[in-house]
């Protein structure tokens, strides 16, 4: 038995390399085999049990080249199959965890429901020889160790985010981005979708603000945004796996892109130009114009509509060029708008400083006070300290993408902090959970995203799903080798730390 305080192990029990580490584990002799007579079958017909059981098959099939028929499952279970159920009959396990039994004549999940079921899938996935991602069929023996595991998350909220403002991605880019942070039973993913340099979301009220406001990034080439039925397919792949999407369009501040579009929304009703550089803090909505207040109430409502998660993320970071005052009227009566359209209001920490209701989040980033500040007015606090998990950090002096001004962060810095004591008079009662941010100032494509995002992002989702008990650099790294196979199977472009023994 291995459970969270057993001392590292580091035997070739494949068990021992999942990322994250689950609650516990206990593995025996012997293997369970797929071969091409096994079926998944699950408990119910129920259409969220079919699309996990779908997502397994497709899965699993380009490298076995076996079928994986999924059909609702009869009374007799049969030698050789794949098991999905809603009988775990464990409340602690709560929404996201589950138990994974393999036994040399079957495998079976359970949870109290199919998200859970979605996170097993993740262990399992991370069972099966790495292989198991290629995209042509191989012939080796597909064999899985037999062992049982129980697990369920230690934060509800484990979170990226992704600038696609600075630069702008394709939803294809998304997607992926997406399929990498599931296989580390990540939940959530927030976009930022808003900046000086580009509008990316249609608003059929303001459109402006994609055709001329998104016309451009940073360097000046490129640009571009998504309409609503692009926004809808993302939240609808991000949906099937079980990943909410939170939009964030950055307001007072950060809001050139909007300020180029439309002249009334500055205070002197003149238009800025578009903006392609990578400075901060110079532009700000008109905090005292009514016509403002309509614009963010048309902005909210129709990105409302569009996202069925229950957070609005509204930015509020760097707002250099609005007054303090302005500011905290500004953010009070957004809130108000955020609140009327059934959002609950995330902000950067800065928020803090508005009259915040209990219900608000704040982002901490940057300043300690601002975190200790939202707390005690009641908020919960994410976790994204710039010092460890913002993913656009350059790893050393020597790494070519990214910005330094943290520091810079290695893999191991990313892992070794602990949410808990992060911030003293912060405890976990008061922290949501943690999410890393990526800025995109200097990445351009997906290779670029790729090498900031891995080695660190597994290490920022195992904090998020282990917590805080027992982690060790130590015996994290030996498990991250070997995952680095994996991320040469799935064709990503990651970054080889000399921290890691690859
Ligand atoms: C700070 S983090 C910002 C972003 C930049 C980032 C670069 C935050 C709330 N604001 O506008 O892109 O630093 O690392």
């Known amino acids: 038995m291995e459970t969270a305080c057993t001392p590292p192990n580091t035997s070739n029990y494949p068990i021992n390399n999942i990322i994250p580490k689950p609650v516990s584990s206990e593995y025996q002799q012997g293997n369970f085999r797929l071969t091409e007579h096994t079926a998944i079958y699950f408990s119910a017909k129920n259409q969220n049990l079919e699309n996990v059981a779908k997502y397994l098959s497709n899965l699993m099939k380009p490298a076995t080249g076996f079928d994986f028929p999924y059909r609702v499952a ?27 039994n393999i036994n040399k004549n079957a495998v079976q999940i359970s949870a109290n429901n199919a998200e859970g079921l979605f996170r097993g899938i993740q262990s399992l996935r991370q069972l099966l020889p790495v292989e198991i991602e290629l995209k042509i069929k ?226 901490y980033w940057a300043k300690d006070n601002n975190a200790k500040l939202g707390a005690k007015k009641g908020s919960k606090v994410i976790m994204s300290p710039s010092k460890h998990i913002y993913l656009d950090i350059q790893y050393d002096e020597n790494t070519p993408i990214g910005l330094h001004w943290p520091g810079y962060t290695e893999v191991d810095d990313a892992y070794s902090w602990n949410p808990e004591t992060l911030i003293p008079g912060i405890d976990d009662t008061q922290i949501l959970g943690i999410e890393a941010p990526l800025w995109t100032e200097t990445v351009k494509n997906m290779d670029d995203i790729e090498y900031l995002t891995f080695p660190r992002i597994p290490g920022v989702a195992e904090i998020g799903w282990s917590g805080n008990n027992n982690r060790h650099w130590d015996e994290y790294k030996i498990r991250l080798a070997q995952q680095g196979k994996r991320f040469e199977a799935m064709n990503i472009n990651f970054y080889k730390s000399p921290k890691v023994n690859w």
């Open 74 to 100: 009869d009374e007799n279970h049969t030698k050789g199959n794949i098991y999905l159920d809603l009988d775990a009959n464990d409340k602690e396990l709560g929404n996201e965890g589950y138990l994974l």
């Open 138 to 363: 191989q012939k080796i023996k597909w064999e899985i160790h037999v062992v049982s595991i129980r697990d369920f998350p230690h934060y509800a909220f484990r979170g990226a985010m992704l600038d696609v403002s600075r630069h702008f991605f394709q939803i294809e880019d998304v997607k992926r981005y997406i399929d990498l942070i599931a296989l580390y039973k990540m939940n959530i993913l927030h976009l930022h979708l808003s900046d000086d340099q580009g509008w990316r979301i249609e608003i059929k009220s303001w459109p402006n603000l994609t055709k001329h406001g998104g016309s451009t990034q940073v360097g000046g080439e490129g640009g571009g945004f998504y309409t609503q039925d692009n926004y809808r397919e993302i939240v609808r792949y991000a949906q099937e796996r079980f990943i909410t999407i939170i939009p964030e369009i950055d307001i007072p501040g950060h809001t050139n892109a909007a300020l180029a579009s439309y002249a009334e929304l500055n205070c002197d009703g003149i238009a800025r130009e578009l903006y392609t550089g990578m400075k901060v803090g110079f532009s700000t909505l008109c905090t005292d114009s009514a016509l403002v207040y309509r614009f963010v109430d048309d902005v909210v409502r129709e990105l409302s509509a569009l996202t069925p998660g229950p957070y609005f993320h509204i930015g509020g970071d760097e707002s250099h060029s609005t007054e303090m005052n302005d500011y905290i009227n500004f953010i009070n009566r957004v809130q108000d708008i955020v609140h009327s359209h059934g959002k609950i209001m995330i902000g950067w920490d800065e928020i803090a400083n508005a009259d915040i209701r209990r219900q608000s989040i704040v982002q």
